[in-house]
């Protein structure tokens, strides 16, 4: 169960990560990158961020490998911009939940178009 204060710090962090990755970031393999969560352990020391990567798998690994070399700059800023106590180390995952959500929606596609195709059996 997360604290008030987990929520409070997380929704900080998934501002200004989001801001920084979009606005100041300059490594090209961050193009694309959305943070959709950030989750904060109940000690505040670690951070889960998140992200979702436009492209391929393969575009997707190179974004996480930037993030992971941004991660001292991401802090600096995180520290200067926000006033915690402790600025949590983040460690960066890829939220394949949109991908998971469009797979479902064409399985439900292929599913209502199999049904309009074949002739119901109340119809005969």
């Known amino acids: 169960m997360t604290t008030r ?3 409070q ?10 801001t920084l990755i ?5 490594d090209p393999r961050l193009r694309g990158v959305t943070v959709t969560g950030v989750e904060v352990s109940p000690d ?6 998140y992200v979702s990567v436009l ?4 575009e997707a690994q190179e974004a996480l490998a930037g993030l992971k070399s941004a991660t001292g700059f991401l802090r600096r800023e995180i520290a200067a ?8 180390h983040l460690m960066f995952r890829l939220d394949d939940s949109i991908e ?3 797979r479902i929606d064409r399985l ?3 599913i209502v178009k199999t049904r309009s195709s074949t002739p119901d059996a109340h119809e005969r």
């Open 22 to 26: 979009l606005r100041k970031a300059r």
């Open 81 to 88: 911009a926000l006033s915690l106590r402790i600025v949590p």
């Open 5 to 7: 204060r987990q929520r």
């Open 44 to 49: 505040l020391e670690n951070a889960w961020v």
């Open 100 to 102: 998971r959500g469009m």
């Open 108 to 110: 439900l596609d292929s």
């Open 55 to 58: 492209g391929t798998a393969e």
């Open 9 to 18: 710090v997380a929704e900080l962090l998934h501002e200004e990560i989001g």
